[in-house]
């Protein structure tokens, strides 16, 4: 299903990159408690996790750690896709 966003005038998108989405959260531009997610440039407001995600996440975590222990701190902490195609 395709959507199309219908901007009010004077309103447009703007794309950010991640270098930019980190300097936001350094300056404290996003409100304490509130989880944002950058996706090909655009900014998120994230839901919070359910329970049954929350314990997926763990379960996840706990498998990761067994493969690449030093490189995974933990999955809620921010990291890179880079994406080539």
């Known amino acids: ?3 199309t ?3 009010p005038e004077g309103h447009f998108r703007h794309f950010i990159s991640v ?4 300097r936001m ?3 404290g531009v996003f409100p ?3 989880r944002f997610e950058l996706l090909e440039g655009e900014i998120f407001e ?3 996790m359910d329970d049954p995600h929350a314990e997926a996440l763990r379960w996840l975590d706990q ?3 067994k493969y690449v222990k030093s490189w995974l701190d933990s999955l809620e902490s921010p990291f890179r896709f ?3 195609y």
């Open 32 to 34: 304490e408690g509130v």
């Open 19 to 22: 270098e930019e989405f980190y």
């Open 1 to 3: 299903m395709t959507q």
């Open 25 to 27: 959260t350094r300056a």
């Open 46 to 48: 994230m839901d919070a």
């Open 82 to 84: 880079h994406l080539f």
């Open 63 to 65: 498998e990761a750690k």
């Open 5 to 7: 966003l219908v901007f």
